[in-house]
């Protein structure tokens, strides 16, 4: 059996004497689907955004890859290989899944010089992962 992609261990988030998160722990798996499931202010938002690097925890621990990991900032954690999916609420509905999924990130191609956008390419990640 592989060590787990993703290990959250005890981890909490304060706000002053607000809890929002108390003493997370979990792991993922390698090809694992998970979903994130609570109420309203249950803190499934703060979690996401500790691991993705929006936020950093108040205590506990993250391991990514069997490593100790804490992204300081959501390009630190997309370096890594960890990326969010928002909400339709932060999708753009006026593009195509393509564009959505690399919006802000896209690959390109030299074309005399001059970058354009490879659209084969973004395809071919997209129904990959799709």
Known sequence: MSEPLLVLD???KNYGAIEALKGISFSISRGEVVALLGDNGAGKSTLVKIIA????????????EGKEFLAR???EAKAA?????????SLCTNVDVVANFFMG???TRKVLGIP???????????????
């Not at 690097?53 to 990514?64: A, D, I, K, N, V």
């Open 10 to 12: 005890n981890v909490t």
């Open 53 to 64: 690097g929006g936020l950093e925890p108040t205590s506990g621990r993250m391991l990514f």
């Open 73 to 75: 900032s959501p390009a």
């Open 81 to 89: 290989g960890i990326e969010t999916v928002y909400q339709d609420l």
């Open 105 to 107: 990130r896209e690959i």
């Open 116 to 130: 354009v956008l490879d659209e084969r390419a973004m395809e071919a990640v997209v129904e990959k992962a799709l």
